[in-house]
């Protein structure tokens, strides 16, 4: 009778070896399907948040093809805009810049043109605000309301004949990094704090070194080589900062991947990229 009971206590132990071997494979089994699972959701939804990003870029595209039909040229990315009107006489290239779009301009007239309430500023637009500016117009109650229709006083706020705005901006992500009223626009990544950059070719004039120079210390992005033509030579670059919330330096961009560019530029979203440039 002893022995009997030894081995059937021997067979319990043999078998509660075997169900805690089991368990730990089955423990294991288990915590690598939760990874793989987990980092499957993530880059799920990196991609998801990469593909919303690049089709609002897609759209600012639109606004601006649209922007472009009425205007006849794409928007600058940099002029300074006078709320008193003798300031104007100043500044040749701007008033040049806004006969351009608007040939029958009246500088004579002082206006509240950031809508703060006073006709005294002075307002310096790069080119992440004319990019807002030209597209969305003037602003109301935080929204965009675009242009008057009236050639002399196109940044007049009433009447309801008017032109634009040429995208459907969405009010909360406007941001002003440089508190002047004017706004600039950030993408779609959560967190975003960036507003996505636009320079303008000036209808294949040129890009202007000093519109990117203090966003991009390389300059805009260029085909070939360091010293080459720029990506979209003859309309502009929309850059988003992408998921870092960092241009990076600009310059020489390679698709295939001969360049040397930072890390901080290879998240950027552009409209001379399928998606990210890295
Ligand atoms: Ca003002
Ligand atoms: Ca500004
Ligand atoms: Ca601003
Ligand atoms: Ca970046």
């Known amino acids: 009778m002893r022995c009997n009971e030894r081995i059937r206590s021997e067979q319990r132990s043999v078998r509660a070896a075997f169900t805690l071997i089991e368990l730990l494979v089955v423990i294991s089994i288990v915590a690598i399907l939760s990874a793989l699972l987990l980092g499957g959701i993530q880059s799920a939804t990196v991609a998801v948040a990469n593909t919303k990003a690049a089709n609002e870029l897609n759209s600012l595209s639109t606004g601006l093809a649209q922007f472009h039909s009425e ?3 794409y928007p ?7 709320e ?18 608007w040939p029958d301009f009246n500088f004579a007239v002082d206006r509240d043109i950031n809508g703060d309430g006073d006709k005294s500023d002075t307002l310096t637009l790069d080119g992440r605000e004319c990019l807002v500016f030209f597209l969305g117009g003037m602003s109301k109650n935080g929204g965009a309301i675009g242009f008057a229709k009236n050639p002399a006083n196109p940044f007049s706020r009433t009447g309801s004949n008017r032109v634009g705005p040429f995208h459907e901006f969405v009010n909360n992500r406007f941001v002003d990094t440089d508190s002047d009223k004017m706004s ?7 967190g975003q704090t960036t507003p996505i950059l636009y320079l303008s070719s000036y209808d294949g004039r040129g890009y202007r070194a000093a519109d990117a120079t203090s ?8 085909q070939g080589s360091a010293t080459g033509t720029p990506w979209k030579s ?18 020489w961009y390679d698709p295939d991947g001969n360049d040397a560019i930072s890390d901080d530029d290879k998240d950027n979203l552009t ?8």
């Not at 600058?76 to 006078?82: E, F, R, T």
């Not at 409209?271 to 890295?278: C, D, K, M, P, V």
Request: hydrophobic content about 30%.
């Open 71 to 73: 205007f006849g040229m």
């Open 76 to 82: 600058p990315s940099s002029i300074v805009l006078y």
């Open 84 to 101: 008193v009107a003798a300031n104007w006489s100043g500044d040749v290239r701007s008033t040049a810049l806004i006969r351009k779009y």
């Open 184 to 190: 600039e626009y950030v993408d779609t990544y959560s």
């Open 215 to 222: 966003f991009l210390s390389n300059g805009p992005y260029l």
């Open 234 to 251: 003859k309309t502009y670059q929309l850059i988003s900062p992408g998921q870092d919330t960092l241009y990076g330096t600009g310059g």
């Open 271 to 278: 409209n001379f990229s399928s998606g990210r440039l890295r």
